[in-house]
């Protein structure tokens, strides 16, 4: 079945690096993805990575992806007051016509 | 590239009204766009998908007769929230699906208000 598990919330100083993790059931995965929303705003595509992928870097994002586990992970570097915001981790599975199953979502609050 | 707009950005209506959502991807074309619903502080949860020329496919618990959907053409499709009451109070998000690729960009939600 399709299940994708996130922690609540994450409390960061600016400038630290951010680690939010995601696991997820389906082993049939074919993208996995981050995205980023803001208070009253849609979701912004930070990141995805294909399922045969283990590391995606770019700019200050790094994307794990350690299939064995089924856990997917997103490193913010140097953390920025803008960062704050909720990260949805999301998967995408061909057979099920690309539909995206969501995570609950990650707040990350970068303190100054 | 990739953007994807909604219309209105919110909207207060009166129960037993009908509202129209519109959702259109301007600098590509999406044979597949889907529609969300998202409580406060709760994940997406997804409604429908919507395919251009033919009909919208429903999730598991959607009344297809309360939430219509068109997508009429390769760049826009429209949420119809008919006989709205204040539980259809929600966010309501549209992301449209770059074929190539299958990766899906949002738009930027409608809060819909029903008073």
């Known amino acids: 079945g399709e299940d994708v598990e996130q922690s609540l919330f994450l409390s960061v100083r600016e400038g630290d690096s951010s680690v939010i993790n995601c696991t997820y059931t389906d082993s049939s995965s074919t993208y996995l993805y981050w995205y980023k929303q803001e208070p009253g705003a849609g979701l912004q595509l930070l990141t995805y990575i294909f399922s045969n992928m283990d590391m995606k870097q770019d700019q200050r994002l790094t994307v794990l992806l350690n299939k064995k586990d089924k856990h997917l992970s997103l490193r913010i570097a140097d953390t920025q007051t803008g960062d704050s915001a909720i990260y949805f981790c999301a998967e995408s ?7 995206l199953t969501f995570g609950g979502g990650t707040r990350v609050l970068v303190k100054p | 590239g990739a953007v994807v707009s909604q219309h209105p950005s919110w909207v207060i209506c009166k129960s037993g009204t ?12 999406a044979t597949t766009m889907f529609w969300y619903r998202q409580f406060p502080k709760q994940s997406l949860m997804l409604m429908a998908t919507s395919n251009e020329g033919s009909k919208a496919t429903y999730e598991q618990g959607v009344e297809k007769d309360k939430f219509l959907i068109n997508h009429a053409s390769l760049t826009l499709s429209t949420l119809t929230v008919t006989s709205a009451h204040p539980e259809d109070s929600s966010f ?4 449209a699906r770059d074929r190539p690729t299958y990766t899906q960009y949002f738009g930027p939600g409608t809060r819909l208000t029903v008073l």
């Open chain 2, 92 to 95: 309501y998000i549209c992301s």
């Open chain 2, 18 to 29: 009908s509202v129209k959502i519109e959702c259109r991807s301007l600098d590509f074309q």
């Open chain 1, 93 to 99: 599975i061909t057979a099920a016509g690309n539909k």
